[in-house]
């Protein structure tokens, strides 16, 4: 079964003084006849998420499978776009939502209320979604965080979310806003490096293994309206 995908909205890392107005990004997985789309931002990206999928000819109505890598508030809360699809959220991060660290404070205290509105699956283990998409167990960020990982077009590609948020803990090797209290964010840091030729992570453009090491292609555009 062939597998693509396309970053429908870019990650950012941008930050004020006082708080970050960086997004999440949102990635679209074809594998076959099924769609499935890795988080869905926030209301800030909402117009953008519409868009993108309206560019690759697709509505929110398409989507077969929204997949939650973790329930911070940038990666969830424009989940009632879908209708439709199939969410599916970590029985791990499900239970960190009801006591979350004492510094996250990321979690808004709806969504699991909201969530259950819709068609909920909350996974054990590290399920395949459809043959070849495989779900990754990522924790550091959070303790119940996962990502996405197949091959497409002869590469690995891991979704790594905020697994990988920037370049810093690309290259660092470390996570910064870790809420695992079991600290493993490092442990997987590793791991995806060592496992993928071609990473998503949650706030920065693509990354790709070349001989020389990692590097991106793409800037992190960012337009300013005033008005």
């Not at 989507?63 to 940038?74: Q, R």
């Not at 998409?133 to 197949?150: C, D, E, K």
């Not at 590609?157 to 079991?182: C, N, R, Y």
Request: net charge negative.
């Amino acid at each position: 079964m062939e597998i693509t995908y396309s970053v429908i909205v870019p990650g950012s890392s941008v930050a004020l003084a006082n708080g970050f107005i960086g997004w999440s990004s949102i990635v679209l997985v074809e594998a076959g006849d099924t769609r499935i789309l890795f988080d869905c931002g926030h209301h800030v990206t909402r117009h953008a998420l519409v868009a993108g999928l309206k560019q690759r000819g697709l509505e929110a109505s398409d989507i077969d499978i929204l997949f939650l890598s973790h329930m911070h508030f940038d990666h969830v809360l424009n989940f009632d776009l879908f209708p439709k699809a199939h969410l599916m959220v970590s029985e791990t991060e499900w239970a960190y939502a009801d006591n979350p660290h004492e510094k996250d404070m990321f979690v808004p205290g709806f969504i699991k209320k909201a969530l259950e509105m819709a068609d909920l699956e909350i996974f054990s283990g590290s399920p395949e979604l459809v043959p070849g998409v495989a779900t990754l167990y990522a924790p550091g960020h959070t303790p119940g965080l996962y990502g996405l990982a197949f091959e497409s077009g002869g590469n690995r590609i891991i979704v790594a979310g905020d697994a990988i948020k920037t370049s810093h803990e690309l290259f660092s090797g470390k996570a910064q806003m870790e809420f695992d209290p079991d600290q493993r964010g490092s442990r997987t840091i590793s791991y995806i490096r060592e496992n993928a030729d071609r990473i998503i992570p949650g706030h920065y453009p693509e990354f790709r293994k070349t001989d020389d090491g990692w590097i991106w292609d793409d800037p992190q555009p960012l337009s300013v309206i005033f008005r």
